[in-house]
């Protein structure tokens, strides 16, 4: 795709989730597609090519599980870990909007580059993956955590809802690049199908072997890792397993055509689109709060050689300078 044209011809179809069911096999699920919003985050940052893309994939699946929130609030995912990229914060704000940002080794990541092992996996390493849903509150706040064990986010985010909410699902993930006329641009998709029957005996494991069946007596077993032996999940499982990384960034391709080439069979039924934006948290009145909190000695400790006190937001770089008198005196920050 090359030209200013087509980039506006196909501007309605990125930034957006689209939400879809499949009746006939018993799943629901959303397909997201992040075009300028993760191509602002990333150049934003100048991040080597790895961490975008490793930061591009993180950022997708918290859309994806983001927008299911029915109220506003805020869901976060975050990973703590001893690979090369040792952490990212990814927050989406209900509705709409995320951020996100990365903290990683330069040194650590050049040599991994060397070497060949650049998987998100081995990138992350051993550590943490956390997943909060916050409404405000202490009260209202829930908190999942996965062991990360070099494994991909997908299958990480397979774990999460294995043991946190023991729902069925299968999540694909991509993260590339594009060049136009304009340079180049980041590009990032995922799609999440659940299972959710209508019957819960439908969600049981398989049985364990039985040992001592009886001779020539057929043992079936489900090669799904949730072990649940159904069909119709077996079914949607396998057609999702079969979604490309390309078809998920194609700025041709729409999210309805990808459904309907998944599920044309069974018919999927597509609601309205949610258009999601890269917007920021932090305000001046954020961060001047921010400095009121520390003690007196640290907020000297961080005056500059101009008698200032400035903070950069590391996730939208955007620089706010204090005079010490304003922090003090809790005046009203100036516009």
């Not at 009121?292 to 008698?307: C, K, Y």
């Not at 400035?310 to 922090?327: D, H, N």
Request: with cysteine; proline share 5%; hydrophobic share 35%.
């Amino acid at each position: 795709m090359a030209g200013s044209d087509a980039i506006t011809q196909t501007a309605t179809l990125d930034d957006r989730v689209v939400p879809f069911t499949v009746p006939d096999l018993d799943v629901r699920g959303r397909v997201v597609r992040l075009g300028p919003s993760i191509d602002t985050v990333l150049e934003r940052h100048g991040y080597p090519e790895p961490v975008s893309r490793v930061l591009g994939e993180a950022a997708a699946l918290t859309v994806l599980l983001g927008t299911a929130l029915k109220f506003e609030g805020r869901f976060q995912l975050q990973t703590k870990s001893d690979g090369p990229i040792s952490m990212l914060v990814v927050d989406f704000n209900a509705p709409d909007n995320f951020r996100a940002v990365a903290h990683f080794d330069e040194e650590r990541l050049q040599q991994a580059i060397a070497a060949g092992a650049t998987s998100t996996g081995e990138l992350l390493g051993e550590g943490h993956l956390g997943m909060t849903v916050d409404q405000g509150t202490q009260a209202t706040r829930y908190q999942g955590v996965v062991t990360l064990t070099k494994q991909s986010l997908e299958e990480a985010a397979h774990q999460y809802f294995r043991q946190s909410e023991q729902i069925p699902s299968r999540i694909r993930l991509g993260v590339g690049s594009i060049v136009n006329g304009t340079g180049r641009h980041w590009r990032a998709g995922g799609l999440i199908v659940q299972f959710m029957p209508h019957s819960p005996d439908r969600l049981r494991a398989a049985d364990l072997h039985p040992g001592d069946a009886p001779e020539g007596h057929e043992i079936l077993a489900s090669d799904d890792p949730d072990g649940i032996s159904d069909d119709a999940w077996a079914e949607a499982r396998s057609l999702v397993e079969t979604v490309e990384d390309h078809e998920l960034l194609d700025p041709m391709l729409e999210s309805e055509r990808l459904l309907y080439r998944l599920f044309h069979e069974r018919g999927a039924r597509v609601f309205e689109p949610i258009l999601v934006h890269e917007e920021c948290r932090c305000s001046r009145e954020r961060v001047l709060g921010m400095l009121r909190g520390f003690s007196t000695e640290d907020r000297r400790a961080m005056i500059a050689d101009d008698g200032t006190l400035g903070v950069t937001c590391e996730f939208c770089s955007r620089r706010y300078t204090f005079e010490p008198a304003e922090v003090e005196a809790g005046l009203s920050p100036s516009p």
